[in-house]
């Protein structure tokens, strides 16, 4: 059975696409000043917003190894949206080695 599930991870990780989808969060429209204030006081929405941006270069210079570090920041919190996206980091190797 490990080897079944084994493998099905792994054709799906062969077939994820090689961007990100960019969701909609609670702090989509809010100043870039405003996130990165609420997410160094560990607010995850604000974390998963400012990875984001990070990833797309939104109001910051594109920078995939700081979007890794800080979704990391927001699925350490069990943010639904950060904890799906990380794993589609680590298996496309975005802001990291692919793993």
């Given at each position: ?60 210079v ?20 950060a ?9 496309e ?7």
């Amino acid at each position: 059975m490990k080897k079944i599930i084994a493998g099905l991870v792994l054709l799906a990780a062969g077939t994820v696409c090689a961007e990100l989808p960019i969701p909609k969060t609670e702090f989509n429209k809010v100043s870039l000043e405003l996130v990165e204030r609420s997410a160094g006081e560990g607010n995850p929405e604000a974390q998963f917003e400012l990875a984001l941006r990070y990833y797309a270069g939104h109001q910051v210079v594109k920078n995939e190894t700081v979007s890794f570090e800080w979704m990391s920041k927001s699925a350490g919190q069990k943010h639904p949206g950060a904890l799906a996206l990380l794993s589609q980091m680590y298996a496309e190797g975005i802001g990291v080695s692919a793993d």
